[in-house]
Nanobody
Framework: QAQLVEAGGGLVQPGGSLRLSCTAS????????MGWFRQAPGKEREFVAS????????LYEESVKGRCIISRDHTKNAVYLQMQHLHPDDTAVYSC?????????????????WGQGTQVTVSS
């Protein structure tokens, strides 16, 4: 079964930037939408961004719109989340996931394969 592995998390100061990556072990997910979700301590997992199969359509959660860019590279079986102007509310474990749909979607129910996640901590 194909696996998703995230990387790029870490500790960053408020206002800083991070680029998260999610790499699939094979090209199983290349024809499907991908998404990024996050879960802060004591909170439920929430949608951050998603991208359709071709990379031409992106959706964003309102609080990250204008601060995050999701992209994908089919040649590397990878999806990225470029985040800037980070603030403490962005602190969470960020996970990528593959959808069974080809279109970008915000609904967590449409995602079935999950990575282990990478911790993002925004603190001074």
């Amino acid at each position: 079964q194909a696996q998703l592995v995230e990387a790029g998390g870490g500790l960053v100061q408020p206002g800083g930037s991070l680029r998260l990556s999610c790499t699939a072990s094979e090209d199983t997910f290349s024809k499907y939408a991908m998404g990024w979700f996050r879960q802060a301590p004591g909170k439920e997992r929430e949608f951050v961004a998603s991208i359709n199969w071709s990379g031409g359509t992106q959706l964003y959660e309102e609080s990250v719109k204008g601060r995050c860019i999701i992209s994908r590279d089919h040649t590397k079986n990878a999806v990225y989340l470029q985040m800037q102007h980070l603030h403490p509310d962005d602190t969470a474990v960020y996970s990528c996931a593959a959808s069974h749909l080809t279109i970008a979607t915000k609904a967590i129910a449409h995602f079935h394969s999950w990575g282990q996640g990478t911790q993002v901590t925004v603190s001074s």
